[in-house]
């Protein structure tokens, strides 16, 4: 049964030829509409379930302007509210994340809230005018769902179903089970560039070589491979009607998986292996262990644990598979590990935001050797009470956000001083690059108020 799960197709889409000028990174004006028109319309990937087991437990978590205060209910629900009092606009909380036994109490004139957003106490109550407002007033609620196991909200009181925003996603992301994911590692820093800068780079594989692999302009990019092939005749770049994007890039078990004499090195080696398979058997021909390894983690993935194996399509299994979702979500979603990354925007600084980069492993694969993670993590320091580790808030330039990423990273800075030149007159994009095109171009249809259906 488990082999006839098929990788879906998704449709073709035209783009308009954006050309995508540098002010959309520095411009003031540009920033708020993109804040009322874009931000305020949009399902956002905001909290983890995970992170609030019982009822009570709470997270915070700012974006833009905005900080989102998200509440497990007693039956089992979460709500979402803007973390403002409604008496004179004090924040209710300042930290990211706790519990609340019975009632959020205003650090000013303590006035409380109920975890369901209601208020039940404030002092003198019959000193106003328009009479108690206890029963009244309430918090600001924001539509919320769960998907996944991560929290979404969306400021828009009509918001469209998060489901009907997800479209494709929606049933992919299901089978994958991500939902019992735990994160393994979690790196946050602001960075001194637009947000757009951060998913640009994640919505194309044309800078991998470069950027990754210390490529030249003379490199045969179709040799470039480390544990992902990004050349782009061999990737597969799709694009969904409601603005997401997926590029499938296989498994690279191919140059630089080997020694001079053709033997599988680590961490392909281990990999084999732990599957079942000898290494020496694909000795000079390393390109066959992607189907092999496919064969043999479909056929013994069940036993060993890797329930979401037989839901998959076979290049789950060792291809990566990496999202954008929009507006400001990109993640490459592996056979067991998902790296997260997310760029918020600052409250009042286009050319500031919030990134974050984060691990979350399978069950079944934490502890497991797996080529195909470039990030390894584990649950040693994890918070015992939501199984997870907590986020590590650095400082940049001064620390670094993680292997690989910081490459990144040293781009996104660097980019962004380029966007303030007068020099630069819009992009010039390869086809690779056509969902960059795609995502600035539905930014303008939001600030239009020309929403996906």
């Known amino acids: ?40 319309k949009v399902w956002l990937l905001l909290g983890r379930e995970a992170q609030l087991p019982n009822p009570g437990d709470w997270q915070m978590e700012p974006v833009g302007r905005e900080e989102i205060l998200m509440v497990r209910q007693k039956d089992g629900g979460i709500k979402a509210f803007f973390n403002v009092c409604q008496h004179r606009g004090n924040p209710l909380v300042s930290e990211t994340r706790g519990h609340v036994r019975s009632r959020f109490v205003c650090k000013y004139h303590s006035w409380a809230f109920t975890p369901d957003g209601e208020l039940n106490f404030a002092p003198d109550k019959d000193d106003f005018p328009e009479g108690n407002p206890c029963g009244k007033v309430r918090l600001v609620e924001l539509a919320c769902e769960t998907f996944a196991g991560f929290i979404w909200v969306n ?3 009509e918001a469209q179903p998060l489901k009907q925003f997800l479209g494709p996603i929606w049933d992919e992301w299901e089978a994958r089970e991500v939902h019992t994911w735990k994160r393994t590692m979690a790196n946050t820093m602001w960075l001194p560039c637009n947000w757009k800068v951060v998913l640009d780079n994640f919505n194309e594989s044309y800078h991998v070589p470069t950027v990754h692999m210390g490529a030249t302009p003379s490199t045969d990019r179709k040799a470039v491979r480390g544990n992902i092939n990004t050349y782009y005749k061999e990737t597969r770049f799709d694009l969904a009607d409601e603005g997401h994007n997926r590029m499938v890039m296989k498994g690279g078990y191919s140059t630089g998986q080997t020694d001079k004499e053709g033997n599988i090195l680590e961490p392909l080696a281990g990999l084999l292996e732990y599957w079942g398979l000898d290494p020496a058997e694909f000795k000079g021909r390393p390109e ?15 036993e060993m644990g890797y329930s979401h194996y037989s839901n998959v399509p076979a290049e789950q299994l060792t291809d990566a598979f990496h999202y954008t979702l929009f507006p400001n979500f990109a993640v490459s979603l592996w056979s067991d590990g998902f790296h997260f990354l997310r760029a918020r925007p600052h409250p009042d600084d286009p050319e500031q935001c919030l990134f974050d980069n984060w691990w979350y492993s399978s069950p079944a694969s934490i502890g497991a050797p797996n080529s195909n993670r470039p990030l390894s993590g584990d649950l040693e320091n994890a918070n015992p009470e939501t199984g997870e580790v907590d986020v590590n808030v650095l400082t940049y330039p001064e ?3 993680g292997p690989a990423i910081e490459e990144d990273v040293a781009v996104f800075v660097t980019q962004q001083r380029g966007f303030r030149s007068r020099g630069f007159k819009g992009v010039y994009l390869s086809n690779q690059e056509k969902r960059i095109r795609r995502y600035h171009e539905l930014i303008d249809d939001y600030i239009d108020g020309r929403l996906p259906k």
């Open 288 to 302: 066959d262990t992607r189907e092999a390894l496919q064969e043999a983690k479909r056929k013994r993935g069940p």
């Open 399 to 401: 620390d670094s956000i």
């Open 155 to 157: 400021m828009d009181p």
């Open 1 to 40: 049964m488990a082999d006839v799960v098929n990788l879906d197709q998704w449709p073709d889409q035209q783009t308009r030829g954006h050309t995508i000028p540098g002010n959309r990174y520095t411009s003031r004006e540009f920033f708020e509409q993109e804040w009322e028109g874009m931000w305020t």
